[in-house]
């Protein structure tokens, strides 16, 4: 039998998921700030970081204001993806390499909650709650901002270095 019947229903079950989402990466991302050997780029991880460290209140005062409870659904995308970062991160050595593939990981979740938040943003105008759209758009800006700072950092310094760690490949 269905459980998601109406339009705030699946406004819900999407909450339930960012919630779990952001709960998981407030996991994540010290251990990536923590595997950074680019000094901009372990800031940007930290500063990051206490932003979801934010962005798990923001929704649980979303949760209040609609008078539902902080529950979470589990979300396999986000874990897929933190573990994908793991690995990259026990597959290399702290070099600018790694940081490259640190940069990758991180801009595929700031994607993930970019595309999450523009939806329940919409999603909060058509339910006429401008209050909670209010919210959301500070999380989206945050996690766009948080895009554009990553892929500065590998644009302008970590890939270039990176790429000087050529192998056999590039001989060919
Ligand atoms: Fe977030
Ligand atoms: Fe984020």
């Not at 209040?64 to 409870?69: A, F, N, V, Y």
């Not at 390499?97 to 990981?105: E, K, P, Q, S, T």
């Given at each position: 039998?269905?459980?998601i ?5 699946l ?18 991302l010290?251990?990536m700030?923590?595997?950074s ?6 800031q940007?991880?930290?500063e990051?970081?206490?932003q979801?460290?934010?962005?798990v209140?923001r929704?649980?005062?979303i ?7 902080s529950?979470?659904r589990s979300?396999?995308v986000?874990?897929?993806?933190t ?9 290399t050595?702290?070099s600018a ?9 991180g801009?595929q979740?700031?994607h ?9 943003r919409n999603?909060?105008?058509l339910?006429g ?7 959301l758009?500070?999380?989206l ?5 948080a ?8 644009e302008?310094?970590v ?6 760690m ?5 001989r060919?």
């Open positions: 039998m269905s459980d019947e109406t339009f705030e229903q406004f819900q079950n999407g909450l339930e998921h960012i919630y779990d989402a952001e709960k998981q990466l407030t996991k994540a010290p251990k700030a923590e595997a050997s680019s000094p901009q780029l372990r940007a991880f930290d990051h970081q206490r979801t460290e934010e962005h209140r929704i649980e005062r949760f209040s204001m609609l008078e539902t409870s529950s979470s979300n396999k986000v874990e897929e993806m573990d994908e970062a793991q690995k990259m991160i026990k597959h050595d702290p390499l790694r940081d490259a593939a640190l940069i990758v990981a801009n979740v700031e993930f909650e970019v595309a999450c938040y523009g939806s329940l999603f909060a105008e339910l709650r401008n209050d909670i759209v209010e919210i758009q500070q999380t800006n945050e996690e766009k901002q895009d554009e700072l990553l892929t500065r950092i590998g302008q310094d890939n270039r270095k990176a790429a000087q050529r192998g056999e490949m590039a060919r």
